[in-house]
C-alpha cells in the first residue's frame, strides 16, 4: 500500500544507511514492470488489472484469474471465495530485494511456500486467506482474495465520523482474526489501518507480511517491515516480530482511528526511538478526553511501551474491546464528573429531557404571560 509523506520520512531513518539503500531499491524499481508497462499486464494465469499497493517489499495488484491455475492455486483457492462477485484476487509480486540469496531455481518460490505452508488453513472470516503462493516470469507472488470495502484509513482520511464503538467492534473483530493467526505460529508483522478492510461491517486483517521470513538474505531496510509509526519500541530497535509486537501494532491502529493520531509520533525513526526510550508519549485520555476510561485502559494497555505490560493476547484483546464496547457512556461521565455535576448526570435520559422541557415550556409561559 503506498505510504503517507510522514510515513515514508520516518521509514527512511532506519539507520543512517537507508537513504542509500532506498535509492538503489527504487532504481531496481525502475527497471520491475510498473503499471503502465505492457510486461505488467499479465503475470502467468493472471491479468494484472490494477495496482492497488506498493512498498518497499512488493507490488499489489487487482488481478483476474485465468482458465488454467496452478496447482497450488486450485489447493488454495478451497480456502474461501475471493470476496467479491467479480471473482478477482490480489497478485503480491515481491520484490527483487525481498527474495535476493535465493538465487537457485525454484528456490525463491520454495521460501514463500514454506511460510505460506504455516499460514492458518482453517478459514477464517476475520482473516485474509493465502490461496496460492506462485512464480511466473522470474517473479514470486502470493495470491489473495480481494475484498470489497473501504480501508480504516480510507475511513479516517474521508473524515468519517465514527462512533468508538463501531471502531472497538471491528477492532474485537480483527484481534479475533489475528489470535486465529497467532495460533498457527504465524505473525503478521505489519498491522496498520491501511491493511484493514470492512466489508458489510465485517473488519477484514489483511496483507500479512512475508518479509521476515524471506528477508534473512536481503538488506536490513526490507528485513524490518511494517510501518514505523504502527510498530511497537522492540521492533522499530530491531527485534524479532512477536504476538506482543502485533498487539501493540493493533493498539495503535485503533488509537489512529479513534483521534487520527499516534500515541508517539515523530517524522524520523530516530526520534521515535528516543521518544518512545524516553516514555514519551500521549495517552488516549490525553488525545480524546471525551472517550469512556474502560476504552482508555484498554487501549492504553495494548499499546503500552513495556511489552511485560501489554496485553498477553490477541483473544484477551478481543474479549477486552467487547466489554469496552458495551460501557455506558452516561453513567462513565458520571463517575468523572465533579460533584455538583453528578447528581445531574446519573439521572436517566428520559428523566434529563423531560425537565429540559418542562424549562423551556415554563421559559415560553413567561414570555407569553409577560406580553
Known amino acids: 500500500m503506498s505510504r503517507t509523506p510522514e510515513q515514508k520520512a520516518s521509514f527512511r531513518a532506519l539507520d543512517p544507511d537507508m537513504e542509500q539503500r532506498l535509492r538503489s531499491k527504487r532504481d531496481r524499481a525502475r527497471r520491475e514492470p510498473g503499471p503502465g508497462d505492457s510486461a505488467a499486464q499479465s503475470w ?13 517489499a512488493a507490488r499489489a495488484w487487482r488481478a483476474r484469474p485465468g482458465d488454467v491455475g496452478t496447482e497450488l492455486g486450485d489447493v488454495g483457492a478451497e480456502l474461501g471465495d475471493t ?11 515481491l520484490r ?32 485474509i486467506a493465502i490461496q496460492a503462493v506462485e512464480e511466473h516470469a522470474g517473479k ?112 495503535v491502529t485503533l488509537y489512529y482511528v479513534l483521534t487520527g493520531s499516534y500515541p508517539v509520533r515523530g517524522p524520523l525513526v530516530r ?8 516514555g514519551q508519549r500521549t495517552s488516549l485520555a490525553e488525545a480524546a478526553p471525551h472517550m469512556p ?13 513495556d511489552p511485560n505490560q501489554r496485553t498477553a493476547t490477541a483473544e484477551d484483546l478481543a474479549h477486552a474491546l467487547d466489554q469496552a464496547k458495551a460501557v455506558d457512556v452516561n453513567a462513565d461521565r458520571a463517575a468523572r464528573a465533579p460533584a455538583w455535576q453528578r447528581w445531574w448526570l446519573e439521572l436517566p435520559t428520559p428523566v434529563r429531557r423531560a425537565i429540559w422541557g418542562g424549562l423551556v415550556l415554563a421559559f415560553i409561559v413567561a414570555l407569553l404571560l409577560r406580553d
Open 44 to 56: 502467468g494465469p493472471y491479468t494484472l488489472t490494477e495496482m492497488v499497493g506498493e512498498g518497499p
Open 96 to 127: 527483487n530485494a525481498v527474495v535476493k540469496g535465493y538465487e537457485e531455481p525454484g528456490a525463491r518460490v520454495a521460501a514463500a511456500r514454506t511460510w505460506w505452508e504455516s499460514y492458518p488453513r482453517t478459514p477464517h472470516e476475520n482473516l
Open 140 to 251: 514470486t507472488g502470493i495470491i489473495m482474495p480481494w475484498i470489497d470495502g473501504p480501508t480504516l484509513d480510507m475511513m479516517v482520511r474521508d473524515r468519517a465520523k465514527l462512533p468508538f464503538a463501531t471502531v472497538l467492534s471491528w477492532g474485537a473483530q480483527v484481534a479475533r482474526g489475528l489470535s486465529h493467526l497467532h495460533a498457527a505460529g504465524v505473525i503478521h508483522d505489519d498491522i496498520e489501518p491501511r491493511n484493514v478492510v470492512v466489508r458489510d461491517d465485517t473488519a477484514v486483517l489483511m496483507d500479512p507480511s512475508v518479509t521476515r521470513a524471506l528477508g534473512d538474505g536481503g538488506d536490513r531496510a526490507v528485513a524490518l517491515s511494517g510501518t514505523p509509526l504502527f510498530m511497537s519500541p522492540e521492533r522499530i530497535t530491531g527485534a524479532a516480530p512477536s504476538v506482543s509486537s502485533d498487539i501493540y501494532s493493533l493498539g
Open 271 to 278: 526520534r521515535l526511538r528516543e521518544d518512545h526510550a524516553a
Open 83 to 93: 470476496g467479491t462477485e467479480s471473482g478477482d484476487l490480489v497478485v503480491k509480486l
Open 293 to 305: 476510561r474502560l476504552v482508555v485502559d484498554v487501549i492504553d494497555r495494548a499499546c503500552a511501551l
